[in-house]
């Protein structure tokens, strides 16, 4: 069996204020082909197919075109919900799809496998949406699961429980934070809340290949755990990643080998450092003019409407920073590093606070106090 392992599409989302969708519908259209191509028999989509909870009505387009070309190029798919995505919005239009498209966005389903025989016998396909502790541990009130450690502990506790029951081979699906990966700082939506929340890869001993989603950068924490990563670019800090998926394929042992397949890059991203003047100026910035620009100018005072000037030069100049050398704060780190370093809501408070209070952030205690009022902010958020 030939397994396709892509992730966090995040259809919908914006590139500094630029629409993405045709990008993207190029890039998905490359990977049908590579489905055909490669004779694929199921594409996973581990988590974050949208971007928002509330996705516009060109993104169920795009996600409808996409899931029917896959289709049409001979696989099966198993799509799981991610913590971009409204698991009630996602799964509600998957009674309507054709047959052959899984959607699982169910808690209680994360135990339950769907199967799917080749010529070696069955693969059991564990789907587990994303889990937020604090919505879904009233379905499993026998655990105590007040971390995404705990939780995805938990349901692979229910995969393998269920596997023992079952002869043949087996996939999990998961999208989470696990220990030991390279995260892009402002660029996955944080889903920690320290190291208790880091999913230990002792948490996904069982299955013969462990497809994750959430981090944007091809990852891997082993030969059978493996991050895919996001097919575009979504933020500079990705620049240097590839884009692509994983090409699985299955033998009657269980899990036979692992490729990477690219995908393809619409238009490459760079950063560019220097004055203004150089900047408008140098030629060695010349091959960079049809990139997706980031453009930091460190001129000691700010200049007039440099937004304006570089895209003359740069037409696709997305993002102005003004970063003057030898400028810094009492820690080394100016306040809008800080903001931008920050993982979570949690130290984007704390950011804040250091600001205003002479490098003094927040204690333990109003740690604590923010967490309870982000987790009740989750819990608000999803019941709207």
């Given at each position: ?22 990008a993207l519908r190029g890039v998905l259209e490359t990977l049908a082909a590579q489905v055909r191509d ?32 896959l289709s049409d190029s001979g696989a099966r798919i198993i799509v799981t919900s991610g913590n971009h ?300």
């Amino acid at each position: 069996m030939r397994i396709l392992h892509t992730s966090d599409w995040h259809i919908g989302r914006s590139f500094h204020g630029h629409a993405t969708l045709d990008a993207l519908r190029g890039v998905l259209e490359t990977l049908a082909a590579q489905v055909r191509d490669n004779d694929v028999d199921v594409v996973i989509v581990a988590g974050d197919v949208f971007d928002s909870a509330a996705p516009a009505a060109a993104c169920y387009t795009l996600l409808s075109d996409a899931l029917r070309a896959l289709s049409d190029s001979g696989a099966r798919i198993i799509v799981t919900s991610g913590n971009h995505d409204s698991a009630a919005r996602l799964g509600f239009q998957s009674a309507l799809l054709r047959e052959g498209i899984h959607v699982v966005t169910a808690p209680l389903s994360a135990g339950t496998p769907i199967t799917i025989d080749d010529d070696h016998g069955a693969v059991h396909f564990y789907g587990i949406p994303f889990l937020e502790p604090a919505l879904v541990r009233h379905l499993w009130p026998e655990a105590e699961l007040r971390s995404q450690r705990a939780t995805i502990e938990h349901v692979m506790g229910l995969v393998r429980a269920d596997l023992a029951g079952r002869s043949g081979r087996s996939v999990a699906i998961a999208h989470c934070f696990a220990a030991g990966v390279d995260s892009t700082p402002g660029v996955e939506r944080e889903i920690r809340q320290g190291s208790l929340d880091m999913v230990p890869l002792s948490a996904f001993d069982g299955p013969d290949y462990v497809a994750l989603g959430h981090i944007h950068g091809r990852q891997q924490l082993s030969e059978r755990v493996r991050y895919a990563g996001a097919p575009l670019h979504y933020s500079f800090g990705e620049a240097d990643k590839p884009r692509g998926s994983w090409l699985v394929e299955l033998d009657s042992a269980g899990l036979a080998s692992v490729a990477w397949l690219d995908l393809p890059v619409p238009r490459p991203l760079t950063t560019v450092r220097g004055s203004l003047d150089e900047l408008l100026n140098d030629a060695r910035f010349s091959e960079h003019e049809d990139s997706w620009v980031c453009a930091q100018y460190t001129d000691a005072t700010p200049q007039l409407d440099p937004m304006r000037r570089l895209q003359a030069r740069f037409a696709f100049c997305a993002t102005v920073m003004h970063t003057p050398e030898g400028v810094r704060g009492p820690d080394g780190s100016t306040y809008s590093r800080r903001v931008r370093a920050a993982r979570n809501d949690v130290e984007l408070v704390d950011a804040f606070l250091a600001h205003v209070r002479d490098g003094e952030g927040a204690s333990e205690d109003e740690i604590a106090v923010l967490r309870d009022v982000i987790d009740e902010r989750s819990l608000v958020e999803a019941s709207a």
